[in-house]
């Protein structure tokens, strides 16, 4: 028995980050955008509300449409290139989350944080199946997760908001003529399945941009041609990714008055405090994006242990440590995390009823200096 519809399985997805050059202006990608995921999401919603004016009937008469909100988040494992110098698959979106890249041939690529306002923006596009893609433009970086724990493979987390998300479907194209150019009619009742900036290709090899929908006609954004009753499916490149995840059972952690400092877990996030302008009168959509004072926090997590119990009372002191975590150890895949001005502060010592104690080291990540130093990661 024949299957009766292809279903959009996470198991194909495909994930591209594409720096905008222009704010807002998408970007088509290439096979080097790749990123290889866990899992991803994209959210649209446009707020609608009721008529409030009065009315003979208590009935809800009428509804208003608000502005547009679109947010997204990837989830990863941490996949260094394999090269050191050359920055891993997710290099946009750590740069958008921190601010500068800096890669040294043969050494090392590094990510350090600004304060400058020109942060990268990003066209997002995901695609699965060759049946359904989502596209948003004007995507920035909020925030940024780096977590390990036990034996399990370190992950990266990222999150924020974008202007607008194109939803892409399939259909066939069905103007008369061995060949068409011009505005395309799809299969009758399947024009919703695209929308404007959706990125799609004909079976005969066109690749096309949507520039508007009416009905079941599609207009694209330059001349194309094409043979009548092609398919019309979403777009992507080929895959273009290098490097292996990086395993939990290598690298080390070190704190800078002690010789050894055993974790059972890490977690670090950058908070960008965003400001995202979307209240401009007679627009529904977002038009700019401006990044607000910035936080580095984090937790590490220990036994309580004999040598460990000193830091329950070390961290009333308010001083100030250096911690780097380094995570994997072969050439071209070791990810180091420098915070050289971190603050502990408090928590509960977990006692369970039978098993070993633990307590949790909450800190923050100060800049010293003139700032903008943190935290780095650096690929190496």
């Known amino acids: 028995m024949g299957q009766n519809q292809k279903h959009v399985l996470g198991r194909?997805?495909?994930?591209?980050?594409?720096?905008?050059?222009?704010?807002?202006?998408?970007?088509?990608?290439?096979?080097?955008?790749a990123v290889k995921t866990l899992s991803t999401s994209m959210e649209f919603t446009q707020e609608r509300v009721d008529r409030a004016d009065a009315r003979a009937t208590r009935s809800t008469m009428e509804r208003i449409t608000r502005r547009i909100e679109s947010t997204w988040s990837a989830e990863?494992?941490?996949?260094?290139?394999?090269?050191?110098?050359?920055?891993?698959?997710?290099?946009?979106?750590?740069?958008?989350?921190?601010?500068?890249?800096?890669?040294?041939?043969?050494?090392?690529?590094?990510?350090?944080l600004s304060s400058s306002q020109a942060m990268t923006s990003m066209t997002l596009l995901r695609e699965a199946n060759g049946i359904f893609s989502q596209r948003m433009n004007g995507c920035y970086v909020e925030e940024m997760t780096l977590s390990a724990s036990g034996g399990e493979e370190p992950r990266l987390s990222f999150s924020g908001t974008g202007i607008n998300i194109a939803n892409t479907g399939?259909?066939?194209?069905?103007?008369?003529?061995?060949?068409?150019?011009?505005?395309?009619?799809?299969?009758?009742?399947?024009?919703?399945?695209?929308?404007?900036?959706?990125?799609?290709?004909?079976?005969?090899?066109?690749?096309?941009?949507?520039?508007?929908?009416?009905?079941?006609?599609?207009?694209?954004?330059?001349?194309?041609?094409?043979a009548s009753s092609?398919?019309?499916t979403p777009?992507?490149?080929?895959?273009?990714?290098?490097?292996?995840?990086?395993?939990?059972?290598?690298?080390?952690?070190?704190?800078?008055d002690l010789s050894s400092f055993p974790i059972t877990s890490f977690e670090m996030t950058l908070t960008n405090n965003i400001a995202f302008i979307n209240d401009e009168?007679?627009?529904?959509?977002?038009?700019?994006f401006v990044p607000g004072f910035r936080n580095v926090t984090g937790t590490v997590t220990v036994r309580a242990r004999k040598d460990q119990i000193i830091e329950?009372?070390?961290?009333?002191?308010?001083?100030t440590r250096d911690l780097q975590v380094v995570l994997g150890a072969t050439a071209g895949s070791i990810l180091t995390i420098d915070m050289n001005t971190v603050e502990f502060g408090f928590s509960p010592v977990?006692?369970?009823?039978?098993?070993?104690?633990?307590?949790?080291?909450?800190?923050?990540a100060l800049g010293s200096g003139v700032g903008d130093n943190e935290m780095t990661l650096t690929f190496t």
């Not at 003529?177 to 799809?186: A, F, I």
């Not at 329950?312 to 001083?319: I, T």
Request: hydrophobic share 35%; glycine share 12%.
């Open 12 to 33: 194909n997805l495909k994930f591209f980050t594409s720096e905008e050059s222009t704010y807002g202006t998408f970007v088509d990608p290439v096979a080097t955008d």
């Open 76 to 112: 990863m494992y941490v996949v260094p290139s394999g090269a050191a110098g050359t920055a891993p698959d997710c290099g946009s979106l750590l740069k958008s989350a921190m601010g500068v890249e800096t890669e040294t041939g043969g050494v090392s690529a590094a990510y350090t």
């Open 170 to 226: 399939s259909s066939a194209a069905v103007n008369g003529g061995s060949s068409t150019t011009g505005p395309c009619n799809v299969t009758a009742g399947e024009g919703s399945n695209f929308a404007a900036n959706s990125l799609v290709k004909f079976s005969g090899g066109t690749i096309a941009e949507v520039a508007s929908v009416s009905t079941d006609t599609l207009t694209f954004a330059a001349s194309e041609s094409w």
């Open 230 to 232: 092609e398919t019309i």
């Open 235 to 256: 777009h992507v490149p080929t895959e273009t990714t290098a490097g292996s995840p990086i395993n939990g059972i290598t690298g080390s952690v070190t704190l800078s």
């Open 281 to 288: 009168a007679f627009t529904d959509k977002g038009t700019d």
């Open 312 to 319: 329950l009372n070390k961290r009333k002191n308010f001083g």
């Open 350 to 364: 977990e006692i369970p009823e039978a098993e070993e104690a633990t307590f949790t080291l909450p800190f923050t």
